[in-house]
């Protein structure tokens, strides 16, 4: 299998397996504040998380000599953190498998059914209550709007707040999510779509 890694990559890699400290610290300046992120999705504090990201950061170092370059570098960092954070999750007993929330992706309706027209009507399935349209630019920038946007990720089940914070937060593409949490493609489109909907929602019920 060939290698996927990047140039800027390839040099992190080199500086890392000679030991050149000034690569592990470039490497911690990019990733870290990502790394965390993903470790306080699975953890119940900031201080577990940054125990986490610490951990991972060990077995980053142990097993940089192992590491092929099958995946991208960042990919394989945050399937450490990821898989670090999960199994202290599980051991301190505040989460859960990511694996065992797959029922995330059935369930309920992405978009309240009442904003659809009915069997009984002329179009039924179109919508009755359309999705009400962006406010301007400015707006949506606001300090006020990424709280309300920031706030409803966090409510969102985990495995939803986890991919579409990696996806829409943090500029993961679809396969280094999927790499990252063990996600099927499609389990990871659905997660993400119902995701989008809730904090879209939010959004208009802010934007009125």
């Not at 991972?56 to 945050?78: H, M, Y």
Request: with cysteine; glycine share 8%.
């Amino acid at each position: 299998m060939e290698q996927v890694l990047s140039p800027h990559d390839a040099r992190l890699l080199e500086g890392l397996r000679a030991g050149d400290e000034a690569a592990f610290v470039a490497l911690m300046r990019e990733y870290g504040a990502g790394m965390l992120r993903v470790a306080m999705m699975y953890v119940s504090s900031r201080a577990v998380a940054e125990e986490v990201v610490q951990e991972a950061w060990l077995g980053v170092l142990r097993g940089i000599g192992r590491f092929e370059g099958r995946s991208s570098l960042k990919t394989w960092l945050f399937r450490i953190v990821a898989n670090t954070a999960k199994t202290r999750g599980m051991r301190e007993s505040r989460s859960i498998p990511f694996s065992s929330l797959g029922d995330d992706t059935g369930g309920e309706p992405t978009v309240d059914p009442d904003r659809f027209l009915g069997s009984g009507e002329r179009f039924p399935g179109h919508w009755a209550v359309p999705p009400q349209a962006w406010a301007p630019e400015g707006r949506l920038l606001s300090q006020e709007t990424i709280d309300v946007i920031e706030r409803e990720i966090d409510r969102l089940p985990a495995a939803q707040r986890a991919v579409i914070t990696m996806r829409d937060v943090q500029g993961f593409t679809s396969e280094e999510v999927c790499n990252a949490l063990d996600l099927s493609e499609t389990n990871q489109r659905v997660l993400l779509h119902r995701a989008r909907a809730k904090v879209r929602g939010a959004l208009e019920e802010y934007m009125r």
